[in-house]
């Protein structure tokens, strides 16, 4: 494969720097685990590569301000392990730990997952449960954008020419705050997924949902938010009618296409079947 | 490391403990520079998409695809092929088990299989058969059905745990 130039800067002001001087003339790349893939298909031709790998605490993971910080170099295996990951966002550890194989996950990060910007990319539907914002920084500093404004179609997301995704946080929500993660793919390793779905939401004692998220992967051209479903589900106790009624709602927001990985009607179908799996796994774990 | 003309790019890695320094082109891959400029052909060449797990080096401690690395990326990494298993001429434990076990069949997916695994036995010494599987799930084996590799990794740490 050939990449005309190659920086691997030691600071972040440096990588933006460079990438501010020539803005078309790089591609960042970290992991490399989908890029590489790209050029190697002939998809991607990038005109220099920019390596963050080289940024001393890039993939660094910390709680401040009652919010966990995760550096977007973090890789997938790095989330999966990590206890402050799998306390306060456990929908999020899990779908990091489902990505690719172990050797994907050593390399691949969340920045990456995130400026890829699949449909179907894993760390996003969590994300969206969990409230999170990405950070960008450019040449004019940091801006915070919500994860539900970040990609804005296949492959296409908010990063202006300029800016790095940087960061992404979200609130330190302790367990109180459940969150789960389910997806299909045509194994359990090397697969991308034909439907994912996250849910999060606060158990009350008698079992009512409160502050319900449900997000869907893979089934439109981002991730999408079933607020229809969540309406469902909002102040109600899991089972019977409700599950019933929560799958139909799904089953409706789902605006899924028929491709080489599933069709369209398969798909609407499991987002009701992943969804009782996660609500169930978060029910279930409040009562243990 | 420095930029070089003509787009090169020198590095410096320490492979099987041998240290290395080489100009490489930016969008050369740790695969290629292994097999064809420092002549390691035990790393495989599968898929080249991260996909098959033939090319599995461990890269600083953890298993990665080196199909999927940049050389450039690895400057001052510390890389260990299928070639700095054995020591003095005796097989490594895991290169023994595996033999033993009949997990070598065609052979092509065995050096990706014992990087995984050994990268596996570095963090988790006395692994699970279900995490032996799931170290072991990015790498494709068409001979063998995997249930002698997993014997076989499985008997390496006991092996090693017993001695």
């Known amino acids: 494969m050939t990449a005309p130039r190659f920086a691997r800067p030691r600071t972040l002001d440096e990588a933006l720097a460079l990438l501010a001087a020539d803005p078309e003339g790089w591609t960042p790349v ?16 990038p005109r220099g590569l920019l390596d963050l790998t080289g940024i001393p605490g890039f993939g660094d993971i910390r709680v401040e301000d009652g919010q966990v910080v995760i550096g977007a170099g973090a890789t997938h295996a790095a989330l999966a392990a990590d206890e402050r990951v799998r306390t306060h966002a456990p929908a999020l550890a899990r779908a990091a730990g489902l990505i690719g194989s172990p050797a994907i996950r050593n390399r691949g990060t969340l920045g990456g997952n995130l400026a890829n910007a699949s449909p179907a990319a894993d760390t996003v539907p969590p994300l969206f449960v969990v409230g999170a914002e ?23 997301t908010v990063r202006g020419a300029t800016d790095l995704v940087v960061a992404v946080r979200f609130p330190a929500q ?77 089953r409706r927001e789902a605006r899924p296409i028929t491709d080489l990985r599933a069709g369209e009607a398969y798909r609407r179908e499991m987002c ?12 279930d774990g409040s009562r243990s | 490391m420095k930029q070089l003309p003509e787009d090169l790019v020198s590095i410096r890695l320490t492979v099987n403990g041998v240290v290395r320094s080489l100009d490489v082109h930016p969008g050369e891959t740790l695969l290629e520079v292994l097999r064809g400029r420092l002549r390691l052909t035990g790393t495989k060449r599968g898929c ?12 600083d401690g953890r298993a990665v695809n080196s199909c999927l690395v940049l050389a450039v990326q690895a400057d001052g990494a510390e890389v260990l092929t299928v070639e700095g298993l054995a020591r003095e001429g005796a097989l490594h434990p895991l290169q023994r088990a595996f033999l033993e076990h009949g997990a070598v069949q ?49 008997a390496a740490a006991g092996e090693a745990n017993s001695s």
């Open chain 1, 134 to 156: 990405v950070a960008l920084r450019g040449p004019d500093g940091v801006r915070w954008v919500p994860i539900e404004d970040f990609a804005s179609g296949p492959g296409r």
């Open chain 2, 48 to 59: 080249e998409v991260g996909e098959c797990g033939a090319c599995t080096v461990v890269l």
């Open chain 1, 174 to 250: 302790g367990r109180e705050v459940r969150s789960a993660f389910e997806r299909l793919g045509t194994r359990k390793a090397l697969a991308i997924s034909k439907v994912s779905v996250a849910v999060a939401a606060r158990v009350e004692a008698d079992g009512t949902l409160r502050e319900v998220r449900v997000a869907l992967g893979a089934v439109a051209p981002t991730v999408i938010r079933a607020r229809e479903t969540e309406g469902v589900l909002e102040g109600a106790v899991w089972g019977g009618e409700v599950a019933r009624a929560a799958c139909d709602a799904v």
């Open chain 2, 106 to 154: 065609c052979g092509f997916c065995t050096p990706g299989m014992l990087m995984s695994a050994h990268a596996l036995l570095a963090q988790d010494p006395s692994p699970t058969p279900d995490a032996v599987r799931r170290a072991i799930a990015g790498n494709l084996c068409r001979c063998t059905g995997y249930q002698a590799i997993v014997d076989a990794v499985l």
């Open chain 1, 272 to 283: 009701g079947v992943l969804l009782e799996r996660a609500v169930a796994t978060i029910v």
């Open chain 1, 30 to 45: 970290h992991g490399g685990t989908d890029l590489l893939v790209r050029m190697r298909m002939g998809m991607a031709a």
